[in-house]
């Protein structure tokens, strides 16, 4: 296998949802027996159908919960997800970051710096090639929100530059 053979799949954008917004709702799919309505969901949660929607995404992506036509449905590693305690949380967060091919391309790229780290700015301008119809910055403050939760990138404020966060 080549080096740039993860080059070829496709990377998604990152919905910018909150990690706390998306467990809150794995939470209330769960307090319907782990299958719900979507159109139901924004009422109960109290939250705009975009914002909904924004966090649907993000939930799916982790692979959180699955979305055949209108049903919002938690998956096993949903569940767990919410009834595990915080260290696990974050592992189980971590191994499902791994898969999101964003993710991947930032490894990649923070693995081959000498100091395996990127300032603020490079990343920036590789989010942006690799997203070019995406707004760099928006998709920057997702990565890194997710990423800190969990335990995949570290970013320093005070010297702008993120790295891995990985043992």
């Given amino acids: 296998m080549d080096h740039d053979s993860s080059s070829n799949k496709e990377i998604q954008s990152l919905p910018a949802a909150g990690i706390s917004e998306t467990l809150g709702l794995l939470e209330v799919i769960d307090d319907h027996g782990g299958e719900e309505k979507s159109y139901s969901l924004a009422s109960e949660l109290n939250i705009e159908t975009d914002s909904l929607l924004t966090t649907i995404k993000a939930a799916e992506m982790f692979g959180f919960i699955d979305t055949p036509g209108r049903d919002v449905i938690l998956t096993p590693i949903g569940k767990q997800m919410i009834e595990t305690?915080?260290?696990?949380?974050?592992?189980?967060?971590?191994?499902?970051?791994?898969?999101?091919?964003?993710?991947?391309?930032?490894?990649?790229?923070?693995?081959?710096?000498?100091?395996?780290?990127?300032?603020?700015?490079?990343?920036?301008?590789?989010?942006?090639?690799?997203?070019?119809?995406e707004k760099a910055e928006d998709q920057f403050e997702t990565l890194i929100n997710w990423g800190r939760w969990g335990e995949f990138l570290g970013y320093s404020?005070?010297?702008?530059?993120?790295y891995l966060d990985q043992g």
């Avoid at 915080?86 to 970051?97: G, I, P």
């Fill in 157 to 162: 404020q005070d010297d702008d530059y993120v």
């Fill in 85 to 133: 305690e915080m260290n696990t949380k974050k592992q189980l967060l971590l191994e499902q970051l791994r898969k999101i091919e964003l993710f991947a391309k930032v490894k990649e790229a923070l693995e081959s710096q000498e100091e395996e780290r990127l300032s603020r700015d490079d990343l920036l301008k590789m989010i942006q090639s690799w997203l070019p119809n």
